[in-house]
């Protein structure tokens, strides 16, 4: 179709009038979406459109959206009740799972006493004197079921297991700052494999130094807590705990 010049410009001059009244300012209030687009103050203004006839044509074209946007989004419809979306997941659906990993498994520690090698604990804290003459608790470790490192001794693996060991006497004050009378903490262990059945790991020992203003004889026969826990990379927690007497075994050392 071809237009002279005066037919393009009646054309234009109609297309604006339609998108002008087609575009005006949705109303605020009303149940049907329209407004009161005749009601004027005295300055000439108004709640809706600027004139009566475009506000006529608003009033309709809103009404029409209004009526359109009732249909698609009916409640009683459960196509369009997102409640009834056969694709909706319930955040709280318990075969989704709240996991976001492997659950830890079982592992365990056993902390012990000796110098050179692994004894359990019988009722007894052995206070003994140590390589470089300070008397001391000498605590080896041994546990299963847990990751450690390829190398025991890359201390910044992610992997690597992390300790904690501390005791309290009955009757002597704290001497560490941690409020404990000796303590070792958040000490990254280098484990070996071990020999022993049924003990995938073992750490030579944990040396808990005694104050130098303590004597042997002033420990011995005191009730001493002991406490252990290895913090593992697969999120366990392990802890050994024992209530012991402590012993001086100075003595049979020449001390």
Same mark, same amino acid.
């Given at each position: 179709m071809v237009f002279g010049v005066r037919g393009f410009r009646s054309l234009t001059v109609a297309v604006g009038l339609v998108l002008s009244a087609g575009c005006d300012s949705a109303p605020e209030t009303g149940e049907s979406g329209a407004s009161d687009s005749t009601g004027t103050g005295e300055d000439g203004s108004t709640g *809706?459109? +600027?004139?009566?006839?475009a506000g006529t044509? +608003?009033?309709a074209t809103t009404t029409s959206s $209004?009526? $359109? =946007?009732t249909t698609a989004s009916d409640p009683s419809d459960p196509t369009t009740d997102p409640t009834t979306d056969p694709t =909706?997941?319930?955040? =709280?659906? +318990?075969?989704? *799972?709240?996991? =976001?990993?492997?659950a830890p498994s079982d592992g365990w520690i056993e902390i012990g006493y000796g110098l050179d090698?692994?004894?359990?604990f019988e009722d007894e804290l052995p206070l003994t004197l140590g390589p470089q003459g300070f008397m001391?608790? +000498?605590?080896?470790l041994r546990g299963s079921d847990f990751p450690i490192p390829p190398?025991?001794?890359?201390f910044d693996h992610p992997d690597i297991p992390v300790l904690s060991v501390w005791t309290d006497i009955e009757g002597i004050p704290a001497a560490h700052p941690s409020g404990h009378f000796a303590a070792y903490l958040d000490y990254p262990v280098p484990f070996s494999f071990s020999d022993e059945e049924g003990v995938d790991y073992e750490f030579v020992s944990v040396w808990l130094v005694i104050p130098e203003k303590y004597?042997?004889?002033?420990?011995? *026969?005191?009730e001493a807590t002991l406490h252990a826990e290895l913090a593992t990379s697969d999120g366990q927690v392990l802890v050994d705990d024992h209530t012991l007497v402590v012993l001086d075994a100075t003595v049979d050392e020449g001390g």
């Open positions: *809706g459109t +600027s004139s009566t006839s044509a +608003s009033t $209004a009526s $359109a =946007t =909706t997941t319930d955040p =709280t659906d +318990s075969e989704s *799972g709240s996991e =976001t990993g492997p090698e692994f004894f359990p001391m608790f +000498s605590l080896p190398d025991p001794f890359d004597t042997p004889a002033e420990l011995a *026969g005191r």
